[in-house]
């Protein structure tokens, strides 16, 4: 029996990708402001530790009642952003950003 060994598995191969991309919180608020994802206000508040982005709350309160809170200190007083992390995916998907673009972010600001 001959057993052909092809390519590795792609999809495999980028979800291991995925797993490791993160983005200090200052080299995300400097994406999504460069990207105009949130406005200079928006990134400037969510720095001070004032407030974060009307998207960013409008997702939170989608969510169960007992994990508002915590999602809404995560988000509020977050160290690094992590690409599969699930809010981060919630927030892509509400605003249709492909996962090809996503991948093109984090990679892009982890540079920064």
């Known amino acids: 029996m001959i057993i052909k060994i092809g390519r590795p598995d792609t999809a495999i191969a980028l979800a291991q990708a995925r797993s490791v991309m993160v983005l ?3 080299q995300l608020l400097i994406g999504l402001v460069k990207m105009s994802w949130i406005t200079e206000a928006e990134g400037d ?3 001070s ?3 974060l982005p009307a998207e960013v709350l409008a997702l939170i309160a989608t969510l169960p009642k007992d994990v508002q809170f915590p999602a809404k200190a995560k988000a509020l007083r977050m160290t ?3 690409r599969m992390d699930p809010l981060v995916l ?3 998907a509400g605003r249709q950003i492909p ?4 991948d093109t972010f984090f990679t892009t600001f982890a540079e920064v």
């Not at 996962?99 to 996503?102: E, K, T």
């Open 24 to 26: 200090s919180f200052a």
């Open 99 to 102: 996962a090809a673009d996503m």
């Open 90 to 92: 919630a927030l892509a």
């Open 80 to 82: 690094n952003a992590v």
């Open 49 to 51: 530790g004032s407030a």
């Open 45 to 47: 508040a969510w720095l």
